[in-house]
């Protein structure tokens, strides 16, 4: 898991995204995973978000990067 880690961080870093911000979230299934990164997203402001990486061992861990469009409030 630690080398996904570091080769997810990786490629972020040389794909010229290491600006963006990325978060990350766990959940039983892909689909709970997901779910919680759109929450996470919402909560911050974001409209949108691109899924960067997916793990599963006994759990799901999720990362993903969120757009600049920020809703306007």
Do not use: P
Not at 13 to 39: C, M, R, Y
Not at 41 to 50: E, I, N, P, S, T
Not at 58 to 64: N, P, S
């Amino acid at each position: 898991m630690k080398k996904l880690f570091i080769a997810a961080l990786l490629t972020t870093l040389l794909s010229g995204v290491a600006f963006a911000k990325t978060i990350s979230a766990t959940g039983s299934t892909l689909d709970e995973a997901q779910h919680n990164i759109a929450q996470q997203a919402k909560r911050l402001g974001y409209k949108a978000y691109h899924i960067t990486g997916a793990s599963w061992r006994d759990h799901v861990y999720m990362t993903a990067t969120l757009s600049d469009n920020k809703d306007s409030k």
